[in-house]
């Protein structure tokens, strides 16, 4: 059929159509109706033809063969654009210098929460979080942006999950070590090991004399201080190995394959073909009676392929491992950190009130306290006021609301107040005033405001208690309702604060604990004695520096700086370690998910149950050996110990997708927002704190991610937890001699046990709540024995910065390691007596190596402590921690063991065989 008129009459001389048919114009190319004279063209034509001709445009329009698409040219966020995606990623993805934070970045309250010890000091980071630089979020060429805003977020999507699943090209895994990839025979395995303890070992001491100097002497001459840390012991190399595992993990794709960001190659989408699109016209002007068969047809398939997309899209975004390592791609995303400079700070600040420093018109009249401080911990930060939701320590099945005085920004008090501490102060002054200028202000307000700032936080050093004041729990708790509450510091509106931070009414006769009721009188004084503005300061200065860690690198150099002072480290550690840690602290379930299913033996799960059980058997003998406990005493501390739950490995709830996926349900984390990220985490972690309340305590629930080097045991839950991650040489290994794992893990798992046992987890019952249980006898000759421990750590001084170990503040830990290294001594010589294959008996020592089994029990335990600290971290430490060093971990243990000075010969009298010996348990 021909349309000869330009104004495309459908009628052709001498060939009427007797009906209706569609058309294509010679001339126009349009498709047009042509009706028949039968036909009320008023009635008929008008809407007849706008259907298929709307229909043939929507079928043309996706092959881009009308309409006027708009591409973009360039990067729509924060990226320029670039020839190609590799020259991009380079761009991107320049070496940066990041931090881990020691002690002081904790996001968390370190005060009564659980009350929790562990085998070693954990380690500390801030909140940050997953693996190498992502791609960012570019044009797709089969995208065009609509026309209409709404469709905005439906490209949003596709961007994102196009871009996610760009092809790369793959590098090969970095080598990981034996342990974790379970590769390796019994032979190489053990004789790898033999390698490493002899490199550490300095035969030529005398282990009777020095035992620590036999098995570690030559440690730091293999394993010197690198730069980046303030110290290197074997719990840091075991750190380091693993983090290296989880950095993998976090860059896997589904193939299996590591991404390498750096030699990734841009996908180049083919543009369709003219041909192609000449193909289909013709076709659809061949094909006039299919039209509409084949519209609904491709309508149908568009449809159905994005319900699938979408599906598959919640899917991706709801899985708790992609949001892990979208974690880790917008820590690692430096060039976007950097681009996005200092605005979504000073956009958060602005939604807190504004920091005074930063605003020369800032008003005091409307300033309120509390308010900021309520607002600031929904971001999960205590500052002035210590508040959490926990388990009651004398009701460990309720979650009640618990207060306590506040942290510091530096490690303790003393700090503050010791004339000697002068050159750590002025480090945090600096400190101050180097992030105050990075943040836009003049020097000289920026000191003034420092100093200011400081003398505030002198006096409120001032009014906390010390540790020592601290260590009688009983005095300390009171629980009473917030009406009381309200009473008593009548300055204080508990219950508007409480609201804030829980988003909802609090009632008035709602009970709390608080451990701390003189310091809360003594802060409205100090508060009311301050200008706002020095406490408006203060405030947002302790949330401010948590968040430059989410900055670019001024504010860690500024950082790093401090930390030379504090801890003498020399420079930064490389920033995927940071994020690797940030990810595992905040995501641990879902990293530990990842982690457990490649790498985890489950051997030593079942394994590490039973030596758990033999240990259990052991101290019952000691218990029962004891002369100095009286028998309701023995018969109750007997109770306790059969009561105590074992987490070994990992929660089994994180190899179920669902049910992982569950616990991160309402965390949103983009690959491209760093900043906000971290302040989502922070408000997860809040809201599931404080969800709590009302509900009983769920006792079997895992607090620790699967995937860390540590050991723990929780006093109001009774319950000991071995994280997957200390599984590895030298505590276990399936391949080892058993004298080594009961010298290793065995050690742990005794030394667990027995903080049921020492200063302060004597006071909890079994049902983990504080209650007096110990006859008064019985009491007495704790102190007398626990005391002798006091005493001779407390002679105990670390050479190089000339100090001595504080023998009170770590009681608890040498009585654990004193009681852990006698029962498993006892649980491997039981096991050992029942064993009759000549085989398995010569397979107790190791080729090599010139001790006996027995011997080599000591050794492997000795070595587990083997390192050295900087001065600066020394010092720290000892100030601070409830640990002893590593060299008189091994030194006092041993010193106190009978087992020891007879499988070593040890004389009496010679320094690892006084005639004077500890002992508790």
Not at 170 to 188: D, F, I, L, M, Y
Not at 424 to 450: C, R, S
Not at 498 to 507: K, V
């Amino acid at each position: 059929m021909e349309l000869s008129s330009a104004n495309s009459q459908p009628i052709k001389k001498n060939s009427v159509p007797s009906g209706c048919e569609l058309g294509i114009n010679e001339r126009t190319g349009r498709l047009q109706w042509c009706p028949g004279y039968r036909f009320v063209k008023v009635l008929f034509v008008i809407p007849a033809a706008m259907l298929p001709v709307a229909l043939l445009f929507l079928v043309l329009t996706r092959f881009n063969v009308v309409g006027s698409v708009k591409y973009p040219d360039r990067q729509m966020n924060y990226y320029p654009d670039h020839s190609n995606q590799l020259e991009e990623i380079q761009a991107r993805c320049k070496p940066v210098r990041s931090t881990l934070s020691e002690v002081l970045d904790v996001e968390e309250r370190d005060i009564l929460r659980d009350l929790r010890t562990s085998f070693i000091p954990s380690k500390h980071v801030i909140q940050v979080l997953p693996a190498d630089c992502a791609q960012p979020e570019r044009y797709d060429g089969l995208l065009a942006i609509p026309d209409d805003p709404s469709q905005s977020d439906l490209v949003n999507i596709y961007r994102s999950k196009r871009s996610a699943t760009r092809q790369r090209q793959t590098r090969k895994s970095v080598p990981q070590a034996s342990t974790w990839s379970n590769k390796g025979s019994s032979e190489s395995i053990r004789a790898t090991q033999v390698d490493i303890m002899k490199k550490y070992m300095d035969l030529s001491a005398d282990p009777c004399n020095d035992f620590y100097q036999y098995a570690c002497g030559n440690w730091e001459r293999v394993n010197p201080i690198p730069k980046d840390k303030a110290g290197l012991d074997t719990f840091e190399i075991l750190r380091e190995s693993l983090d290296i595992v989880l950095k993998n993990l976090l860059l896997e794709t589904r193939d299996g394959s590591l991404v390498d960001i750096e030699n990734t190659l841009a996908t180049t989408l083919k543009p369709i073909e003219t041909e192609h699109i000449r193909r289909v016209r013709k076709r659809i002007i061949r094909k006039r009676a299919v039209l509409n068969k084949l519209v609904l047809k491709a309508q149908i398939k568009k449809m159905k392929r994005e319900l699938s997309t979408h599906a598959a899209l919640d899917s991706e975004e709801n899985n708790a491992e992609t949001k892990a390592r979208h974690l880790f791609i917008s820590c690692m995303n430096y060039s976007l950190i950097e681009k996005r400079g200092l605005q979504p700070l000073f956009d958060l600040l602005q939604s807190l009130g504004g920091w005074p420093v930063l605003n020369p018109n800032w008003q005091s009249d409307n300033f309120d306290w509390l308010n900021l401080t309520a607002h600031i911990r929904k971001f999960n930060n205590d500052i002035l006021i210590v508040e959490w939701v926990g388990p009651d320590i004398k009701n460990s099945d309720e979650n009640i609301i618990q207060f306590d005085q506040t942290s510091l920004g530096l490690p303790t008090r003393d700090y503050f107040l010791q004339a000697s501490n002068k050159k750590y102060l002025d480090g945090y002054k600096q400190f101050m005033i180097d992030v105050i200028v990075l943040l836009g202000v003049q020097p000289e307000i920026a000191k003034q405001t420092a100093e200011e700032m400081i003398d505030f936080e002198v006096q409120l050093a001032n009014i906390t208690s010390s540790v020592e004041e601290r260590n009688n729990v009983s005095v300390l708790y009171r629980k009473i309702i917030l009406e009381n509450l309200h009473e008593e510091i009548p300055e204080i509106d508990w219950t508007r604060y409480l609201s804030i931070i829980m988003e909802r009414p609090i009632n008035s006769s709602e009970f709390v604990v608080m451990f701390a009721l003189n310091y809360m009188k003594d802060l409205v004084l100090l508060i009311d004695q301050t200008e706002p503005r020095t406490v408006a300061n203060y405030i947002l200065w302790r949330f401010v520096r948590h968040r430059i860690n989410n900055l670019d690198d001024r504010f860690l150099q500024a950082k790093q700086k401090f930390s030379n002072v504090l801890f003498g480290r020399e420079k930064s550690p490389p920033r995927w370690k940071n994020c690797v840690n940030q990810v595992n602290a905040n995501m641990g379930m879902a990293v530990g998910a990842m982690f457990v299913r490649k790498y985890f033996d489950e051997n030593s799960k079942r394994d590490t149950l039973a030596m758990t059980h033999e240990l259990q058997q052991s101290f019952r003998e000691i218990l029962n050996e004891t002369d100095w406990l009286d028998t309701p005493t023995k018969r109750l501390a007997e109770m306790k110990v059969n009561a105590m739950s074992l987490r070994i490995g990992y929660p089994d709830f994180i190899l179920s997708h669902k049910e992982l996926n569950e616990k991160y349900a309402d965390l949103e984390i983009a690959p491209d927002k760093y900043f906000e990220n971290t302040l989502r985490i922070l408000s997860h972690i809040r809201r599931t704190d404080q969800n709590k309340i009302g509900q009983t305590v769920n006792k079997t629930a895992w607090h620790t991610a699967p995937a860390v080097v540590n050991a723990y045991y929780s006093r109001n839950k009774n319950q000991i937890m071995f994280p997957a991650g200390i599984l590895q040489p030298p505590f276990y290994h399936r391949y080892f001699p058993k004298s080594m794992n009961y010298g290793g893990i065995g050690v742990v798992i005794g030394h667990e046990l027995t903080h049921g046992f020492d200063d302060k987890g004597r006071l909890f019952d079994r049902d983990g709540n504080l209650y007096r249980w110990w006859s008064d006898h019985a009491i007495e000759a704790f102190h007398q024995r626990a005391s002798c421990l006091v005493r001779q750590y407390g002679k105990y001084t670390i050479d190089e910065v000339n100090v001595q170990i504080d023998g009170e503040s770590t009681q608890g830990e040498n009585i654990a390691d004193n009681g852990g290294i006698k029962q498993a001594f006892r649980a491997y010589t039981k096991w050992l007596s029942e064993q009759t294959d000549p085989d398995v008996l010569s397979g107790e020592t190791l080729p090599g190596l010139n001790v006996t089994n027995t011997q080599l029990f000591f050794l492997n335990f000795a070595q587990v402590w083997c390192g050295a600290m900087r001065p600066e971290a020394t010092r720290n430490k000892l100030k601070t921690a409830v640990h002893s060093p590593g060299k008189f971990r091994v030194i006092g243990t041993l010193s106190n063991s009978e087992d020891f000075a007879r499988e070593f010969s040890c004389p009496v009298g010679t320094a690892m065989n006084p005639g004077d010996k500890c002992s508790v348990w």
